[in-house]
């Protein structure tokens, strides 16, 4: 009944004019109809997808913070081999930022994220996009991401699972890898013999209820479910919610602003061992306690009774909202009450299946109304560290005040810390009470171990305050995350630069000149040295430089000159770097991963630079000017080889004299990043007319690339963008125009260039063009017909004019001899030989 009065309160409020909605809005507690709505139901909901952002945002916001079901995003791995649009991280680095997006996003909609992939060395990769649900599950490990889903399932125990995508020809192997397994596990995560390890370790089988998938179309839907309500308390629709979370994937390009509009989702219910009619999403599943009595009423009626009961007292304080003085007293005595039922529950005489799915939710509830009271008690928790980096032997402070915005006094509070065991700490400390308006402070001092493990960026937090409070004889307690991320790291973190080291065989450098970036995070002095480790033969002026720290990050950068040998053989080498401090040795850059949307994080590593040897051979007197997209790094590789870079500014573009430059070289999706690109294409476009040599990179679509202007002739980017990509990077390919200059100057490109490619060959590819532009090579995916406009050149007034979608910046990223060579030679073009 009041889920019936609910609905047709959001459907008058529709009917309200909008100067109605902001009246209404004021009156609404968000914060505590979060933690209240979840009362209602006892259904659990998992999505399961590839990537952050693969979730269905608008349908979970409905299901999350419209109904209150418990809905969770099970994503398989961290989006590392995506792009970039708020800066230059990638691999590693960008799944660390994906993933806490996801973190970022999962609070607006309440939906829980978990991913499958634990650490950033983990098999579950996003190694690319993959046309092949086979190539996928091969490279992540077929068995070991069946075990993680599983494993997931029995723990999450959800009543329907549904996939993000299909399982089709037209949607990205990831995606389909995943449906796959979610289907698969419907029945095998209920089977013993199923990776019985799982039961040796404690879980329970656990049957899914059902099993669904998106509709194909409304025609093809058993499930049609309006999303596009109005909802008061968060003065949007529910799709509008989505895209509120969908805006927090800042590195991926996410959300936008929609209308306030009807919006249908349509499911397809593919498994279920309900014998249900109903086309309901949540029929013949236990909807709240009320139906739950009904399931174990011919079984134990006194359990019955008090479940019914149970629902009556949820529901009791659902009608409270939004007095939290009234909701406080109703929520702790429902919390007693659930921890009577399921003391009784475990003993009961019910069958195994139904025990351990009722104890399971019982065991939910009272983690919601562990929640709904610790709002309810109107008590703001503040914790304060002295310093956000910690080192390894260093002792830190860290404060938890706690304030009584209430009308009501709290008593019998005790605040304490949870860390890890091995860290020696104080124990929680007793607050008797605290008053209303009343504020009080704990402090605890806390030493961290000489072998603290240090900073993985997919572990749970190492530093969190746990506040509880003991009202009407009942115990809540609440654990609260720090306002940023506390993390250990080494005292000296050591980078490279440049991390990518290529020796051209051809003129092997007499000098290569190598920063080292040294940075303190600890809170004491430290001396230390910094030195190479070279390959055999190299050397460096000088061997050994001394640094000494005072302050927590401080850093300085040292230049060392490299010296290698007369002869270099061909292949790969490393350079490493070494401080040393304190009888210590340090070998890790920490990578600072810092932006306003999400909580800071790190990513360490190896200090390395890898390096390749090998023939690149390149014109005296090529001059380039390279326009930064901001989303790679190749202008940095080549001026590294060294090439005559000059980076292109604003200004450059607008007003500088652009003929000084042989070639002029843009970045990926230079576009979208550049607006003074898009402004000023028509100077780069007279550039080319007047005899320059203009060398394109991939853009999308829509990154500002129009179809008839961009470029000096018609050339249309391929959409969707699944059919227009070569995602095997073994692919082979053919140059149409072996004897060409593209493919003989500076550089005589063989076959083996093409080899040890990384990731892919290329995508967006352009799908139509004007008749001026030629085309050089041809390649394929296996068993689809061969592209040829990957690299497409034309003639315009007396310059010429190259687009190419290969993605050479991942080659020269990752130190590919034959991508560089080819790249080489695209910008060689307008070069007389």
Do not use: C
């Not at 590693?92 to 607006?108: F, P, Q, T, Y």
């Not at 040294?518 to 004491?524: A, G, L, P």
Request: glycine share 6%; aromatic share 10%; charged share 25%.
């Amino acid at each position: 009944m009041k889920k019936t009065l609910y609905i047709l309160l959001v459907a008058l409020l529709t009917l309200l004019p909008t100067s109605s909605f902001a009246k209404v809005s004021e009156k609404h507690d968000v914060e505590l109809w979060n933690v209240v709505n979840p009362l209602q139901t006892t259904v659990t909901f998992l999505n399961t997808g590839a990537h952050p952002d693969d979730e269905r945002s608008d349908f979970l916001a409905y299901l999350s913070r419209g109904l209150g079901v418990k809905t969770a995003s099970l994503i398989a791995n961290r989006g590392e081999g995506g792009q970039n649009e708020i800066g230059n991280e990638l691999g590693n680095a960008l799944g660390i930022i994906r993933s806490n997006e996801m973190v970022e996003a999962a609070k607006i909609t309440g939906v829980k994220a978990f991913h499958l992939s634990e650490t950033t060395s983990d098999a579950i990769y996003d190694f690319g996009f993959s046309k092949s649900p086979n190539e996928t599950l091969e490279k992540w490990g077929e068995e070991v991401t069946y075990e993680r889903l599983i494993r997931f399932i029995r723990t999450y125990q959800p009543d329907i699972v549904m996939p993000s995508f299909r399982n089709v020809n037209s949607q990205h192997g990831h995606h389909r890898a995943m449906t796959i397994l979610s289907e698969r596990a419907f029945e095998d995560a209920a089977d013993p013999s199923v990776f019985p390890e799982h039961l040796e370790d404690g879980l329970h089988v656990w049957q899914v209820k059902k099993f669904y998938l998106p509709a194909v179309s409304e025609e093809t839907a058993t499930t049609s479910i309006e999303i596009g309500d109005y909802d008061p308390i968060y003065d949007m629709t529910y799709p509008q919610l989505g895209e509120a979370s969908r805006y927090m994937h800042k590195s991926q390009g996410m959300g936008k602003d929609i209308p306030a509009e009807p919006r249908q989702t349509h499911l397809e219910l593919v498994a279920s061992v309900l014998n249900d009619e109903e086309a309901d999403l949540f029929s013949g599943i236990p909807y709240n306690f009320e139906d739950w009595a009904e399931v174990v009423e011919a079984d134990n009626e006194r359990l019955s009774e008090q479940l019914e009961a149970l629902q009556e007292a949820l529901e009791d304080i659902v009608e409270a909202y939004p007095n939290r003085a009234h909701v406080l007293p109703k929520s702790q005595q429902a919390l007693k009450d659930v921890r009577k039922l399921l003391k009784f529950s475990e003993r009961a005489d019910l069958s195994e299946t139904v025990k351990n799915d009722l104890v399971h939710k019982l065991e939910i509830k009272e983690k919601q109304l562990q929640d709904v009271s610790f709002v309810a008690a109107d008590l703001e928790v503040k914790t304060d560290i002295n310093s956000q980096v910690l080192t390894p032997g260093e002792e830190a402070t860290i404060s938890v005040s706690i304030t009584n915005k209430g009308a009501k006094k709290i008593h019998h509070m005790k605040a304490g810390i949870a860390i890890p065991e091995s860290w020696n700490q104080q124990n929680e400390k007793y607050l008797k009470h605290v008053k209303p308006n009343e504020t009080k402070t704990v402090t605890f001092k806390v030493n961290v171990p000489e072998d603290a493990e240090l900073f993985a960026a997919y572990d749970d937090p190492i530093v969190q305050a746990e506040v509880s409070f003991k009202e009407q004889g009942v115990t809540t307690v609440k654990v609260v995350d720090l306002d940023n991320t506390v993390s250990v790291l080494p005292e000296l973190s050591v980078k490279l630069d440049p991390e990518n080291i290529t020796v051209n065989t051809a003129a092997v450098q007499e000098e290569i000149p190598v920063r080292v970036n040294v940075k303190s995070y600890t809170n004491s002095k430290i001396d230390g040295n910094v030195s190479l480790k070279l390959p055999d033969g190299w050397t460096s002026e000088p061997t050994q430089q001394e640094v000494t720290f005072h302050n927590r990050f401080e850093e300085k950068e040292l230049t060392f000159t490299v010296h290698p040998p007369a002869q270099v053989e061909a292949g790969d080498f490393s350079i490493d770097a070494i401080a040393s401090a304190n009888g210590k040795t340090f070998t890790k850059t920490v990578q600072e991963i810092k932006y306003e949307h999400i909580n800071d994080s790190y990513f360490l590593y190896e200090a390395k630079a890898d390096g390749v040897a090998f023939e690149l051979l390149k014109p005296d007197n090529l001059k380039v000017g390279y326009i930064e997209s901001g989303f790679d790094k190749v202008a940095d590789y080549l001026q590294n080889a060294g090439f005559d870079i000059t980076k292109l500014t604003e200004t450059d573009l607008a007003t500088g004299d652009l003929t000084q430059y042989d070639t002029i070289v843009t970045g990926i999706r230079a576009n979208l990043s550049r607006e003074d690109l898009v402004q000023n294409n028509p100077r780069l476009l007279e550039y080319v007319e007047n005899g320059g040599h203009l060398v394109v990179q991939y853009h999308k679509p829509w990154d500002n690339w129009d179809t008839n202007s961009s470029a000096p002739y018609q050339l249309e980017i391929g959409q969707p963008s699944i059919e227009w990509r070569v995602t095997d990077e073994n692919a082979a390919v053919t140059m149409t125009k072996p004897n060409h200059k593209l493919f003989n100057y500076p550089n005589t490109i063989t076959d083996r260039d093409w080899d040890n490619w990384v990731q892919e060959r290329g995508l967006y590819f352009p799908m139509n063009w004007s008749d001026q532009y030629e085309t050089f090579v041809q390649m394929a995916d296996p068993g689809e017909e061969a592209f040829d406009g990957g690299i497409l050149l034309a003639n315009y007034g007396e310059g010429t004019y190259l687009y190419t979608n290969l993605v050479f910046y991942r080659q020269i990223d990752n130190q590919v001899p034959g991508g560089y060579r080819i790249f080489t030679n695209l910008i060689s073009y307008g070069i007389e030989e």
